[in-house]
């Protein structure tokens, strides 16, 4: 029974201290601005307008969170606002751009961006 409390009061514990070296990681990362990242990238394909969103006539804007590591490569992209069939398209394309390293007190550093893709028919 003692195990089975401890383990109740440490696990709150152990996950606030995981939570706070997530966020201590990406602390560690540049933010770059929507222009900075643009500047920065080597690679930019366009997303390619769903068949689906077509049919339907759907437009709008779509913002995407972006991080970015040391060598440049896209390692995670996560919608923040948009239709979630636009979303789709704008993501994968956000896998696809490469960027010039950010560099720092020359260290490359992990970057993270967001931008915002225009769907219009």
Known sequence: MKVNKMFH?????ILALSAAGV?????DAVHLSQS????????????DYPAMAKQ????????????ISETGAVEDVKPLTGNAVLAGA???AMRRWKFTPVVTDGKARKAITEMSFSFKL
Request: net charge negative; no cysteine; hydrophobic share 50%.
């Open 36 to 47: 900075e990242a643009v500047k920065a990238a080597k690679e930019r394909p366009a997303p």
């Open 9 to 13: 009061f440490a696990a709150p514990a």
């Open 56 to 67: 339907l006539h759907l437009e709008g804007e779509v913002k995407v969170q972006a991080h």
């Open 23 to 27: 966020l201590l990681a990406q602390d």
């Open 90 to 92: 704008a993501v994968t």
